[in-house]
């Protein structure tokens, strides 16, 4: 065996690993998809969580903004000295996955690094489309889809899960001096004021966090609609990865939404039990099977300048 062959072996073990320990939900999931399409999200997931964490974990916020520069550059002359970036770009080569969209995903994690204030609920959406969207987006290509119907639904797919992060880590990322809940809903409070909202902060944030995962449904029912252009495995693995992290919005739902209190997470217990009930659902569902329900337009209108959008 060749060395670039065990480094080969060495790179996906511990990117798998690294999926293991924050991408739980995904990990749960990747079992279901066959050895190329695991191996190949598994390869996403590890640039993906490499970019985010520049932008979270690098202590000085200049660095992180050079840092995720280099990557761009790197992406535009496609060639790296970095091995996550490196393998990154011949992913996206192997997938036919055009620049500008990973790209799009910097650009979202470097306004992280501005003073984070979401204006309004469009500003969100494209927010959840740089983040998360293109995510989807690639996470399409890397599986193989051709049909271009297909890619508008994988976004939407992308911006319903994200918006339910946002709903979960609210408090956290007001202890990060952000606030994605947008002033159109609660105006113009100040993250501070989120960590321990007091009760005026608290019936703002409910009635916002009720509205947002509202909003977030219609995402992931557009997003299910086009799983039915996945290979078979592939669609069962995404449609349980997205139904359970569409519970965590469910269980925020049962507490009231009161995100300040608690921090929602799927058990192991009833990942089992709702990864039965999907595989049930599915089995029934003409629509797992076949494209019966077009894209809704409305859902792109804040981000009708982007790839793919269908707006």
Request: with cysteine; glycine share 4%.
């Amino acid at each position: 065996m060749s060395q670039a062959t065990i480094n080969e072996e060495e790179y996906l073990k511990e990117s798998n690993l690294i999926l293991a320990q924050k991408g739980k939900t995904f990990f749960w999931a990747k079992f279901l998809l066959n050895k190329k399409h695991a191996t190949k999200a598994v390869r996403l997931y590890r640039f993906c969580r490499y970019v985010d964490d520049v932008g979270d974990e690098t202590a000085d916020k200049e660095v992180a903004r050079r840092m995720l520069l280099k990557i761009m550059e790197d992406l535009i002359t496609g060639s790296s000295d970095h091995p996550i970036v490196r393998d990154a770009i011949s992913l996206f080569n192997e997938s036919r996955i055009e620049i500008n969209i990973p790209i799009s995903l910097i650009e979202g994690v470097i306004s992280d690094l501005n003073l984070v204030r979401m204006k309004d609920e469009a500003a969100l959406i494209f927010y959840c489309y740089q983040v998360a969207g293109t995510v989807g987006l690639m996470m399409s290509k890397v599986l193989d889809i051709r049909d271009d119907r297909a890619f508008a639904h994988a976004i939407d797919l992308g911006i319903g899960m994200q918006i339910t992060n946002i709903c979960r880590d609210v408090t956290e990322d007001a202890a990060m001096n952000r606030r994605y809940l947008p002033s159109s809903l609660v105006g113009d409070i100040e993250p501070n004021a989120l960590i321990k909202p007091d009760i005026e902060a608290q019936a703002k944030v409910k009635l916002a966090l009720a509205k947002m995962l509202e909003t977030a449904d219609e995402y992931y029912q557009s997003g299910y609609h086009g799983l039915c252009f996945l290979p078979i495995r592939a669609r069962l693995g995404i449609s349980i990865a997205s139904g359970l992290y569409r519970q965590i919005g469910t269980n925020l739902a049962n507490k009231e939404f009161a995100c300040w209190s608690f921090r929602s997470v799927v058990s192991k217990k009833l990942k089992v039990w709702l990864t039965l009930k999907i595989l049930a659902r599915n089995g029934i569902a003409t629509d797992f099977y076949f494209y019966s329900k077009s894209h809704n337009s409305r859902l792109h209108h804040p981000i009708r300048e982007v790839a793919y959008s269908h707006a």
